[in-house]
């Protein structure tokens, strides 16, 4: 326990791919005899090129079964995106894929202060619900369970001024909150107050693993708070504690148990040990992606190094792991690295090419759900619009909700 090789075994340890050497280095014989007979050269060379290109594809990606990524990418389907956007901020999907936890942050429900809701939305109905929590609270990055059962979420109170000293009061005063979707009640899990964010369950339900801030940055800062631990809080024995290393990361975000024993982060810069330089990011191809094993004491480099600029990581039930990243040709996309380390790419479509965030693929596997900047958001601070992206058709749809203050309450008992 603490190795990590065989859960992980597949997933970013030996995935690089091998080149053929460049075309234009022909044979010297050839060479000779364009000296001679330029138009037989012509024809010869248009043969070996046929024969390279289509005959022996195999010397130009060891990808079996990967044809994806051979494709032209240059060119990608229509992409009608929402111009105007709205407040959210996080999407979870439920195991049956047609219903999505989504953040939204908004001044329409009780204004005109923004506050930031738990909404429930059914990709088929259509339908949008609103969790009756307490509106004395922010709410963020809420995630299903792996039985979709329950749901973990971060809370905090909502400050009593725009002053730095009550914004980083309330960064303190987050906690953790754990709803029964099925007794329609919620308790906060029995853990004393602080920075943290993306609280995740573990694939049997008794524990909750959470990023924990130990630092909180100075005003004007461009982040408010820093120094990520990941910790893990087991619901049985009221323990808390470090998931494995005491490493310290400058950002974190959303991250996925493997299995009981093993995490896949997606993380920036850790601190304190002098592998947050250029050289070392550029060493792992300025992956963001790191692999977690229990109790593991000793730092882990990034464990996903394939695509370049690799973060945003999520699981299917399958195993299959989908991420976003840099292709080398056709720039920023989706990949899709599953057991055999086969590999797929789809090129974002140039209305979202700004990026995106909140990727979650279905646990089906189908299709993946996004968020990505508008327009507005050069107006209107952090509006982002909802997206999805079929990956059987290869489409990408826009989504358009009913408006918040339109939606349905779900009462709940505390």
Known sequence: MGSGVSAFAGVGRDLSVKRMKP????????????????GVLAKRCQQYLFIVYFALPSLLLEFSASAALADDHSVVQPFNVDLNGRGYRWISIHPDGEQWLITECTDRIGPPRENCFLFLYNIKTKRYQRYDLPSSYFYADAQFSMSGRLIVTTRRPIPADDSHQEFERIQGESEILLLDTEERKFQTIP????????????????????????????EGSKTST???????FDLRSGRDFLFASSVRFFLADRFQYRDRDHILADAYGPLFSGKASFGYLKKFNFSQLYCFDRDFQQQSDPCVTEVAWASKPSFDRHGDLFLYGQHQKFGAGLFEINDQQ?????????????????????????????????????????????????????????????????????????
């Open 191 to 218: 853990l004393r107050k602080g920075r943290y964010k993306t609280p995740v369950m573990s694939p049997d339900e008794t524990r909750v693993a959470y990023w924990s801030a130990q630092i909180v940055r100075p």
């Open 23 to 38: 075309i234009h280095k022909l044979p010297v014989a050839l060479k000779a005899r364009m000296k001679n007979d330029w």
């Open 342 to 414: 086969v590999k797929k790419f789809w090129k974002l479509p140039s209305a979202a090419d700004q990026g995106i965030s909140a990727l979650v693929v279905a646990p089906s596997g189908n299709y993946l759900a996004f968020t990505y900047p508008t327009a507005s958001a050069r107006r209107i601070k952090n509006h982002r619009a909802l997206g999805l992206f079929d990956i059987q058709s290869e489409r990408w749809i826009s989504l358009q909700l009913p408006q918040p203050e339109t939606s349905e309450t779900i009462p709940l008992l505390q």
């Open 226 to 232: 820093s120094g990520y631990e990941l910790h893990e």
